[in-house]
């Protein structure tokens, strides 16, 4: 199994292949899933004091909190898949 590394801003990087979701975080359930997150230890901000736009879950309970769009980190994920499967020298 490779290891994935996706950029979730500000030179933050995160493994892809553990990622569950990147959702918005305006929702009731996304803001109660990040508290509970903050109460129990397992919430990373890697948002540098910017708005929170991006929430990332993972496998192992982790919740990420990023200052780029979901659809930004979604694009991020599989533009990386796509240069995994080209060939060296392809464009």
């Given at each position: 199994?490779?290891?994935k590394l996706i950029n979730i801003g500000f030179g933050n990087i995160v493994s892809a292949n553990r990622i569950i979701a990147i959702v918005s975080p305006e929702s009731a359930p996304i803001k109660r899933i990040v508290q509970e997150a903050r109460e129990s230890q397992r919430l990373?901000?890697?948002t540098y004091g910017?708005?929170?736009r991006a929430v990332v879950i993972t496998?192992?309970?982790h919740v990420i909190?990023?200052?780029v769009q979901p659809e930004t980190v979604a694009h991020r994920m599989i533009e990386n898949?796509?240069?995994?499967?080209?060939?060296v020298g392809e464009r």
């Open positions: 199994m490779d290891i990373i901000d890697a910017r708005r929170t496998d192992s309970d909190l990023s200052a898949d796509d240069a995994e499967g080209k060939k």
